[in-house]
């Protein structure tokens, strides 16, 4: 069962309370663009037979992905958890 517009909005603000932590090795930019493709997901979708979506990075087409399958209610894992060290909270 697809998510309601209050829960896709809902995690839409959880995923812009995360910024990069700046911990380890990973870059700080690249952390921000998960994030981001995660929220376009979730806001707009993405057309997968567009050229846009062939030329897209693999690993922003997986987070893309598993957004579009926690909306769509196919995963229960939401796109805001799972980011360990690479995320805080923005206060």
């Not at 309370?17 to 707009?44: D, F, M, T, W």
């Not at 894992?77 to 805080?88: A, D, I, N, Q, Y």
């Amino acid at each position: 069962m697809s998510r309601t517009p209050e829960e896709i909005a809902e995690e839409i603000s959880r995923l812009r309370s995360l910024r990069p932590s700046g911990k380890g090795h990973v870059n700080p930019a690249r952390v921000q663009a998960l994030i981001n493709i995660a929220i376009e997901e979730l806001e707009y979708g993405f057309d997968r037979t567009a050229e846009e979506w062939d030329e897209m990075e693999d690993s922003l087409r997986d987070q893309a992905n598993q957004a579009y399958f926690w909306k769509s209610g196919l995963a229960d894992v939401r796109p805001s958890t799972g980011w360990g060290f690479l995320v805080k909270e923005r206060t």
